[in-house]
């Protein structure tokens, strides 16, 4: 069914885009195109675009090559900076691959999405990670990252479009506020009629957000990508499910963080007694896409803490890439394990993949 979205004063225009689920090989220039009729997209603010593409993808190929970022860290949880490729195996689906190049990457440009949970839960801590998040921007963001900003909550808005301007994205983010609405008819972008909506979705699209930013705003963009979310972890209303989310960031090759930030006086008797099970849910969305969850309560300094640790990793990442000996472009999912020699070295990285071509 179609969801409902908030009405928002302003909008900047979305660009659905080309997809590119692991970083493999060369990447088209951004591409418009229009949500399949057998999905239909969540709610949200994001305008609709004509499609201007032939076909959408889920994986650009250059010579089939296959590149991942990861991060590796000691026994004692210190981030490893000075490995080489003799160091470190790669095997997909059980068979063992060669890794063709291999280098620390601390300079690549990032495309970064900051998604804030603007849900009625998060009232008593918005302040604080609005405050967090700005700082974060400032510390991370160099002349040639992009990053964008997205609320979600009944709906899925975009408040800050790619930019590597900190200025506009710190004010965009301070700008979020809750919104505990019902839902009901919206304007997907200026000028544009109403959207019908069957029933009214309310809570929290945490899963809608997360597939819909991975298919329309960084599946064709190129280097790092990361999503770092804001939120207690809890969704209510999404048709996305949470495998569903998973693939779409997967096939976008996204890194998502999770900072669980919960008010948890919210949920009864000052801890998490009305069934709560974010945290459980948001430990698989960030594992098997290569990132973490960092559990701060609602604990200021800690959401501080937790930042810095997200700007440390994204600054400490190898890549390595390899032709896989399964050189069909068949679609489907190829599972991925890597490790690295050393005294009880762990990797952080991506779960697997997605094995399309280029449609023509």
Do not use: W
Not at 79 to 94: G, R
Not at 181 to 189: D, E, K, L, R, S
Not at 195 to 222: F, M, W
């Amino acid at each position: 069914m179609s969801l409902s979205f908030r009405d928002r004063p302003l909008r900047l225009p979305l660009v659905a885009l080309l997809s590119l689920p692991l970083g493999l090989g060369a990447l088209s220039a951004r591409a418009q195109t229009t949500p399949s009729a057998d999905a239909p997209p969540p709610a949200s603010s994001f305008p609709d675009q004509p499609d201007e593409s032939k076909a959408e993808t889920t994986l650009k190929v250059n010579v089939n090559l296959v590149s991942l970022y990861f991060t590796v860290r000691d026994k004692h949880n210190g981030l490893i900076p000075t490995l080489a490729k003799s160091d470190c195996n790669i095997v997909e689906d059980k068979q063992q691959q060669t890794i063709k190049n291999f280098s620390a990457e601390t300079d690549l440009p990032l495309t970064l999405g900051i998604m804030v949970d603007t849900s009625g839960s998060q009232q008593r801590v918005l302040p604080l990670e609005q405050q967090a998040a700005d700082n974060f921007l400032r510390s991370l963001m160099r002349k040639k990252d992009e990053a964008f900003v997205v609320s979600f909550d009944v709906g899925v808005n975009l408040e800050q479009d790619f930019t590597n301007n900190v200025s506009e994205l710190q004010r965009a983010i301070d700008k979020t506020d809750i919104n505990v609405g019902a839902g009901g008819g919206g304007v997907p972008g200026i000028g544009q009629g109403p959207v019908p909506t069957h029933g009214a979705p309310k809570g929290t699209l945490l899963y809608d957000a997360v597939s819909q930013v991975s298919n329309d705003k960084i599946r064709s963009e190129t280097g790092r990508k990361a999503l770092i979310l804001l939120t207690d972890g809890e969704d209510e209303g999404s048709e996305t499910k949470p495998n569903q989310a998973i693939e779409a960031a997967q096939k976008a090759n996204a890194i998502i963080y999770v900072i669980l930030i919960a008010d948890r006086p919210f949920y009864g008797n000052g801890g998490f007694n009305l069934g709560y099970s974010g945290d459980s849910q948001m430990q698989k969305l960030t594992q098997e896409t290569g990132g973490r969850v960092i559990n701060v309560g609602n604990n200021g300094k800690k959401l501080e803490d937790a930042f810095a640790q997200i700007e440390e990793e994204l600054r400490t990442q190898y890549l390595a890439s390899y032709t896989p000996t399964n050189n069909k472009l068949d679609g489907s999912y190829r599972k991925l394990d890597i490790s690295c020699k050393g005294d009880g070295l762990k990797v952080q990285s991506r779960k697997g993949y997605y094995a399309v071509g280029d449609i023509e």
